[in-house]
């Protein structure tokens, strides 16, 4: 019999948690909520993000950086499909990662996309959202997912620029698993060596090991 998978799991769970549950377990991978930033000066062109986002999707979220190293303001953007939010538990679509850099003018371009590694909203199980945050470092990015009920998993992808590759390429994964009862505790770290030479856009958290509790 196939496995079931930690998202369809998390939304079997999370039919049988009662609903005064539900209000009461917050994701607890996500970003703590930071202080409004100051606007963007007009010349950053960072105003059109928006653009990438169409047919109805989103942007749920958007992390400015320097995604290439070379000093020049990029974004990690993380899409909403349209009509996640009626989807049943555990089934609605995935969002997808989006990576825009500057061209030689300073507008902003899609450099790459990858729908594998933000899971749906619902995915989450009774810690709702599993989309945690991405951080962005100089010429590197972290994107980090959680969710769970009992068994609280969580997964951490880093992707660093390869300027002879002129990519991102996965270099470093975390995935835990904790049993917030017993404390018991998984984790799979998996350095850039073990996880070879994967681009970002076509990673597949599925392709590598994740951990789980006796």
């Known amino acids: 019999m196939k496995p079931v998978t930690r998202y369809r799991l998390a939304a079997i769970l999370l039919l049988a948690t009662p609903a005064w549950a539900h209000a009461q377990i917050a994701n607890p991978y996500a970003k703590p909520a930071a202080a409004p930033s100051a606007p963007q000066d007009k010349g950053t062109k960072m105003d059109d993000l928006k653009s990438f986002a169409t047919g109805g999707a989103k942007i749920l979220e958007s992390t400015k950086g320097d995604l290439t190293g070379d000093g020049r303001q990029g974004a990690v953007l993380i899409i909403d499909p349209p009509g996640g939010e009626n989807a049943k ?126």
């Open 89 to 214: 538990l555990g089934e609605g679509p995935a969002r997808d990662v989006v990576l825009v850099v500057p061209d030689a003018t300073g507008h902003l371009q899609k450099a790459a996309s990858n729908l594998r590694i933000v899971p749906c909203a619902t995915c989450g199980g009774v810690a709702g959202d599993p989309y945690g945050y991405t951080k962005v470092a100089k010429g590197q990015f972290t994107i980090v997912n959680g969710g769970g009920s009992r068994e609280r998993w969580s997964d951490e992808y880093t992707f660093t620029w390869s300027a002879a590759r002129k990519d991102w390429l996965a270099s470093h994964v975390v995935r835990k698993v904790t049993d917030s009862d017993t404390g018991k505790e998984k984790i799979v770290d998996l350095s850039a060596k073990e996880l070879g030479d994967v681009p970002f856009k076509d990673f597949d958290p599925s392709h590598f090991q994740e951990p789980t509790l006796p």
